[in-house]
Nanobody, 122 residues
Framework: QVQLVESGGGLVQPGGSLRLSCAASGSFFSINAMGWYRQAPGNQRELVATMTRGGITSYVDSVKGRFTISRDNAKNTVYLQMNSLKPEDTAVYYC????????????????WGQGTQVTVSS
């Protein structure tokens, strides 16, 4: 059983900062990519940031220069530091991890966190 547990969401004023965390636990062989999506009411889920195990990152254009993704492979944890938050960043944020369950198979399965609400409002 693999679980991803998120923390760190909340209410913040425009211009403020939040840090999201997502920790993977359970039985597995390795984790490749980890990252964050978000979904605002009425919108499709949007990929916000992703990071490979080797440290290669990518971001959606709207968050470049404001958000930073990082991870601690020893702790199986990915973080999203969000600065200069804007009302349009308001959404439920979901982390994901592409996990290889066994050393005998190269198959990766994508697991999801439960989602954490981020609200940017004055």
């Amino acid at each position: 059983q693999v679980q991803l547990v998120e923390s760190g969401g909340g209410l913040v004023q425009p211009g403020g900062s939040l840090r999201l965390s997502c920790a993977a636990s359970g039985s597995f062989f390795s984790i490749n990519a980890m990252g964050w999506y978000r979904q605002a009411p009425g919108n499709q889920r949007e990929l916000v940031a992703t990071m490979t195990r080797g440290g290669i990152t990518s971001y959606v254009d709207s968050v470049k220069g404001r958000f930073t993704i990082s991870r601690d492979n020893a702790k199986n944890t990915v973080y999203l530091q969000m600065n200069s938050l804007k009302p349009e960043d308001t959404a439920v944020y979901y982390c994901y991890a592409d996990i290889r369950r066994s050393s005998y198979s190269l198959t990766e399965i994508r697991y999801w966190g439960q989602g954490t609400q981020v609200t940017v409002s004055s």
